[in-house]
């Protein structure tokens, strides 16, 4: 009784006490995962490759056996079960849209995972468009908790390390004005990035992280960006983080630069969706993504059978092996430049892009009716964007672009609004008019994400 008080009276006292529930939580099943992880990243190409169109015939196999949507649309294109023999039988089938998910997400639910019942409803976010309803089985989480266990470590991070977290937790407490929880099931400070642009509160912020002495940081890119900035702007020495894990919007390499300058490690980041397809993870080598074909196929061809070249941009089509509601040849709307780039270490058989280069909405449509990305105007070093502390694109009319900023103290608001613009206008080529506008601040979705393009053109 007495050892028992004792715990309970350690337990509330001290607000650190790590308990790795998540280590007790199914760990048979994130084993497994971690098993296969490990021997199969020694894997020849050879044998990866057959791995990978085994996983996928049993894929669409199941699809047409139990799928009303995938049975219908192949029956239409003349495939039966058992004609899938090789790699080009797979490219000959017809690509799914999300419109075609969005509009029929009953048809994609497997007869048998629906009798069942042992599925769980799901949606993405939805922010700049419908969200797409989709089903998951239970043992995705496990997935999915394994291949990342298996990723942090590749980086040094080991599970149960104290690791500072800024992805768009809600955890303020205006009466304590506290921003920040701790997480004891997983050894992370859980902080609220909504106000950490506020120079009011920077202290608050500052003095948890550095009290925690935690070397990870688990951001979204906007957060990591935007506490750099607010470091740089109030002259408090920035915490140093050996690790930084990025993800979940699109990375840019400035952004990228200015975070590991700022914060003097070394930055990771990865690329994925809830719909748990694929999964691209950063190289150790280099700043191209490597797609973990553990995880899910990505294509190397174009919905016309066209394979992509070297430095080529194309739409990610990919297959994950979920049986629960498949996602076969699935047109995710984002697009990448595609990469020749082998590596030799455990990701030497993944497919390689340079870089995400964007959803479909991150695009600027110019004058002429190109379509210009995100990317590449991050990419272009405009030393305009020094006097900018946050900003955000927005897009209504074709060849006109407003660009929304916050600035920097003591910045001349005239001369920077005529600076930005005149520099985007001939980045553009003078085929987009360009319209500064100085704002007080840059709102956030509510689950702390950034939309940094708001494209209401209909691409």
Known sequence: ??????????????????????????????????????????????????????????????????????????????????????????????????????????????????????????????STDKPLKFYMPFEAQFKEEAFFEYYWAKYGYRFGERAVVFRGHQTIDSEKETFYKYDR???????????????????????????????????????????????????????????????????????????????KGEAAYHYGHSEGVLLAIKYRDNHFLGFLPQYGHIDEYDETGKRYGDNELGQIIGTGFSKTMPFIRYKTEDYAIFSGYKSKDFMKNCTSVERIEGRKHEFVVTKDKRRVSLCSIAGAHMSEMTLVSDMQYEQKEIGKLIVKVTLLPDTDAAKAKK??????????ENTVEVETVIVPEIKYSSNGKKIMLKQALPL
């Open 419 to 428: 600076a930005i613009s005149e520099k985007l206008e001939a980045f553009f």
């Open 1 to 126: 009784m007495g050892t028992r008080f004792c715990l309970k009276k350690l337990y509330r006292e001290n607000p650190y006490i790590f308990i790795p529930i998540y280590k007790l939580h199914h760990s048979k099943e994130r084993r497994k995962y971690l098993r296969f992880l490990d021997q199969s990243e020694r894997w020849s190409e050879d044998q990866m490759c057959v791995w990978q169109f085994k996983k996928i015939k049993e894929t669409v196999e199941y699809a047409y056996s139990h799928v009303e949507f995938y049975r219908n649309k192949y029956k239409a294109v003349g495939y039966e079960n058992g004609d899938l023999k090789d790699w080009k039988d797979y490219y000959s089938l017809p690509c799914v849209s999300k419109t075609e998910i969005k509009n029929n997400p009953d048809l994609f639910l497997s007869d048998e995972y629906r009798t069942s019942g042992k599925y769980r409803v799901s949606y993405t976010s939805g």
């Open 185 to 263: 099931m997983q050894n992370f400070k859980l902080f609220d990035s909504r106000y950490v642009s506020d120079e009011r509160y920077l202290w608050k912020y500052d003095k948890q992280i550095k009290s925690f002495k935690a070397d990870t940081l688990f951001a979204y890119p906007s957060s990591a960006y935007m506490l750099a900035k607010a470091y740089e702007k109030s002259g408090i020495t920035p915490p140093r983080f050996k690790k930084i894990f990025l993800g979940s919007e699109n990375t840019y390499e400035d952004q990228l630069r200015y975070i590991e300058e700022m914060f």
